[in-house]
């Protein structure tokens, strides 16, 4: 049995959150020492609660606060490498607790604005609380956030269709469409070819012949609800769209890396 498998056999006995909480619980006890220290050396860190990081990354501090620092300027080097012209308007898409959007401000000019948007009240209520310099919105899980057409220079979102359904791939896509400026630039993160060997044998059949797979039966929009996107399926998704880069990622230290699509709207 394999881990598709073993995924499917846990949903449908409806233990899929369970058995994540049980893991959250595990993460927490094994980083407990680590993240005891990166408290003791940054006691002015403004931290979310344990299951906020967990839920959107992984309940390790010096990931979640210090290389999401750097994962900010990497993102950032997506849009300057394509619309060097700031001022920008920016939407973190998914923000969640805020690991990225917190730091995005300090790489860019006092005209630029960002913006977050997340489907998680708390987390979005955490944001509002701790980020004031930021402007937070929450939003629901169908496609429709308050923003005016054609407004941001670059959306991104880290990890977001991989836990939506295939409905909601092309609703959403419409909607960043929408509120994206001509010439604007998305990137976003899908699960890729690396993920395969996390699919069972009819999963993968699927896979093989471009079709996304989806794994339900939990809350979607939640860490538990997974989609797989082959090349042929996310060509589709970005129809409308000016491909600038797809990088293909493999697998790193054990652990498969999401694909990144940078796209333009035409």
């Known amino acids: 049995m394999n881990k598709g498998d073993v995924s499917h056999f846990l949903r449908r006995l409806g233990l899929m959150h369970f058995t994540d909480r049980m893991r959250y619980y595990y993460y927490k006890f094994k980083n407990r020492g680590k993240n005891n220290r990166f408290k003791k050396n940054y006691p002015d860190a403004k931290l979310p609660p344990d299951y906020f990081i967990y839920e959107s990354f992984q309940i390790d501090y010096e990931e979640y606060y210090l290389k999401s620092r750097q994962a900010a300027q990497w993102i950032l080097g997506f849009l300057t490498k394509y619309n060097p012209n700031a001022p920008y308007n920016i939407l973190d898409w998914g923000c969640g607790p805020g690991r990225i959007i917190r730091h995005l401000p300090d790489f860019l000019d006092d005209k630029s604005m960002v913006f977050g948007t997340d489907y998680n009240a708390a987390s979005i209520d955490w944001c509002k609380t701790n980020l004031p310099d930021i402007d937070f919105n929450l939003n629901g899980l169908e496609a429709e956030l308050p923003y005016d057409s054609n407004f941001f220079d670059y959306i991104y ?12 791939h092309f609703e959403w896509i419409e909607e960043l469409c929408r509120i994206l400026k001509p010439g604007g630039i998305l990137m976003l993160t899908l699960h890729g070819d690396a993920f395969t060997p996390k699919l069972s044998k009819t999963e993968l059949a699927d896979y093989k012949n471009g079709k996304i797979v989806v794994r339900g039966n939990v809350k979607e929009g939640h860490r538990t609800f ?30 498969p890396q999401q694909d990144i699509w940078v796209v333009r709207k035409k």
Do not use: Y
Not at 228 to 243: I, T, Y
């Open 157 to 168: 979102g880290i990890s977001i269709f991989t836990h939506l359904s295939e409905k909601m």
């Open 226 to 255: 997974a989609a797989f996107h082959p090349k042929g399926f996310a060509d589709k998704l970005f129809n409308r769209f000016e491909v600038l880069e797809h990088v293909a990622q493999q697998v790193n230290t054990g652990k």
